[in-house]
């Protein structure tokens, strides 16, 4: 089963609407995994001032902050393909 990674920090009110816009879309088979970002030095580097940022295991593109409904829903139909076709 997939997993899309919300890389996320506590009290982040951004990170708790994407994650909500993740649960809209409906998406069967997909663990959403919350990634704390202050935990590592890498991953603040990386994304903390770019949360919410959504990214797949097992895929290469992200979604930063902001999106659409819309966005997101491109977003994962495009990823879970690229996913099923590796």
Known sequence: MPVLN???T?????CDEAA??????RVLNLNLAL???S????????Y????????FQDGT????????DEELSTFLASSLLEITEN
């Not at 909500?20 to 879309?25: D, E, G, I, L, R």
């Not at 903390?48 to 990214?55: A, D």
């Open 6 to 8: 919300l890389y996320t």
């Open 10 to 14: 506590l009290g982040c009110h951004l």
């Open 20 to 25: 909500a816009m993740v649960s809209k879309q």
């Open 35 to 37: 990634v704390e970002i």
């Open 39 to 46: 935990e590592s030095e890498i991953l603040l580097g990386n």
């Open 48 to 55: 903390g001032v770019r949360i919410p940022v959504l990214k």
């Open 61 to 68: 593109a992200e979604l930063a902050w902001p999106f659409t």
